[in-house]
T-cell receptor, first 113, second 110 residues
Framework: DGGITQSPKYLFRKEGQNVTLSCEQN?????MYWYRQDPGQGLRLIYY???????QKGDIAEGYSVSREKKESFPLTVTSAQKNPTAFYLC????????????FGPGTRLTVT | GESVGLHLPTLSVQEGDNSIINCAYS??????FIWYKQESGKGPQFIID?????DKRQGQRVTVLLNKTVKHLSLQIAATQPGDSAVYFC?????????FGTGTRLTIIP
């Protein structure tokens, strides 16, 4: 999947627990993104990062947090404040935020009960 | 014959026929558009792109058409195969990010 790995593929958590989703890329891309996908819907941007130690909120950042301590890694934490965390989460990267093409990872399906 | 989707969420096409998937975009200032293919349980994969100064671009078995007057984008897939079954998304590039459409599910009938 274009040099982007996400783990695990399936994740189950109890309500009230924070959970961290992993995203690693070996494409030497500066920009990384997190999207959420719900059944029958398109991708919605959660957070994105243009460069190490910098990130911006996307359209639906509430209840999520990220860090970008290394160029290769952009983990996403789904906190207990996120009201509807069950979804398919996709990580992507691109050469720069203005670059045309984003490469996507295989996704993590999170189920919170 | 051909099946034309008019912003429908699903499209069924006979194997070997041509498919046309449509997309309406919202931002007239968008300068770049991409089509992605997403198979079940996987991340989206790039298919083809087009800049706003073009009307048409062709790839292998795929063609993208852009009509800026009505803010409409279409993806044509020639001689559809079973492996073309997937959800297809269009995306438009805005400031620092892409905005995705809701997608169209293409089903190939054997």
């Amino acid at each position: 999947d274009g040099g982007i790995t996400q783990s695990p593929k399936y994740l189950f958590r109890k309500e009230g627990q924070n959970v961290t989703l992993s995203c690693e890329q070996n494409l030497n891309h500066d920009a990384m993104y997190w999207y959420r996908q719900d059944p029958g819907q398109g991708l919605r941007l959660i957070y994105y990062s243009q460069i190490v130690n910098d990130f911006q909120k996307g359209d639906i950042a509430e209840g999520y947090s990220v860090s970008r301590e290394k160029k290769e890694s952009f983990p996403l934490t789904v906190t207990s404040a996120q009201k509807n965390p069950t979804a398919f989460y996709l990580c992507a990267s691109s050469l720069q935020t203005g670059s045309y093409e984003q490469y996507f990872g295989p996704g993590t399906r999170l189920t919170v009960t | 014959g051909e099946s034309v989707g008019l912003h429908l969420p699903t499209l069924s096409v006979q194997e070997g026929d041509n498919s046309i998937i449509n997309c309406a975009y919202s931002n007239s200032a968008s300068d770049y558009f991409i089509w992605y293919k997403q198979e079940s349980g996987k991340g989206p994969q790039f298919i083809i792109d087009i800049r706003s100064n073009m009307d048409k671009r062709q790839g292998q078995r795929v063609t993208v058409l852009l009509n800026k007057t009505v803010k409409h984008l279409s993806l044509q897939i020639a001689a559809t195969q079973p492996g073309d079954s997937a959800v297809y998304f269009c995306a438009e590039r805005g400031y620092e990010k892409l905005t995705f459409g809701t997608g169209t599910r293409l089903t190939i009938i054997p």
